[in-house]
């Protein structure tokens, strides 16, 4: 069977489905391409969140990329300067709930970002300067619990305003504009 493979970056305001059941209208990936029948996304991206999301006809292959072996890579603008005690202290791993249950994620990468890769654009406009400083951080994490980065950011007090997903693997935004969706003969993570 001829297996087809997507790298799209999504938009914010997408759900990272093809189908939703309830009765609010919401904006589906097909809406952004016409992708290939049984098309699934790995892993997932929340509503308000944006950034790199692959998507395959290959179960086997979406299960080994949402695995533990494999980097997800997220920029996060949050509410405030972040300090080096709360980057610490994501770096070594906090308390989330996780369905119910209380929930210590694993070791991560966090650091204070400086400059946004160019291929990161301006996006929906979260507030104005008038409502306080906001700072950006990088997060590397192996591990993908329901809406994690945003629940590991607001446990050290500084609760995320944009999340970008900009890398999974090897594979990146560079070279996408928002919206955009390749269709590649193999993902090579």
């Not at 949402?66 to 994501?90: C, H, M, N, W």
């Not at 970002?113 to 192996?142: E, M, N, Y």
Request: charged fraction near 30%; glycine fraction near 8%; charge should be positive.
């Amino acid at each position: 069977m001829q297996h087809h493979h997507y790298i799209l970056y999504k938009p914010n305001g997408y759900l990272s489905q093809f189908v939703y059941q309830k009765k609010r209208a919401k904006k589906l990936l097909g809406e952004l391409y016409h992708f290939a029948e049984d098309t699934m996304a790995i892993g997932r991206l929340d509503e308000d969140s944006e950034g790199l999301l692959l998507l395959t006809t290959n179960g086997m292959i979406s299960e080994e990329i949402r695995s533990k072996k494999v980097e997800k890579e997220y920029f996060a603008q949050v509410d405030g300067i972040i300090t080096p005690d709360a980057l610490k202290q994501l770096e070594e791993g906090v308390v989330i709930g996780v369905k119910g249950t209380k929930y210590k994620t694993l070791p991560c990468v966090a650091k204070s970002l400086i400059d946004l890769p160019i291929t990161i654009g301006d996006g929906k406009k979260i507030r104005d300067d008038r409502h306080g400083p906001t700072s950006w951080l990088r997060i590397i994490v192996t591990e993908g619990k329901y809406r994690q980065v945003r629940k590991m950011t607001a446990a050290v007090g500084f609760p995320t305003l944009r999340l970008i997903r900009y890398r999974i693997g090897s594979i990146t935004l560079d070279q996408l504009q928002c919206g955009d969706v390749v269709e590649v003969q193999k993902l090579e993570y």
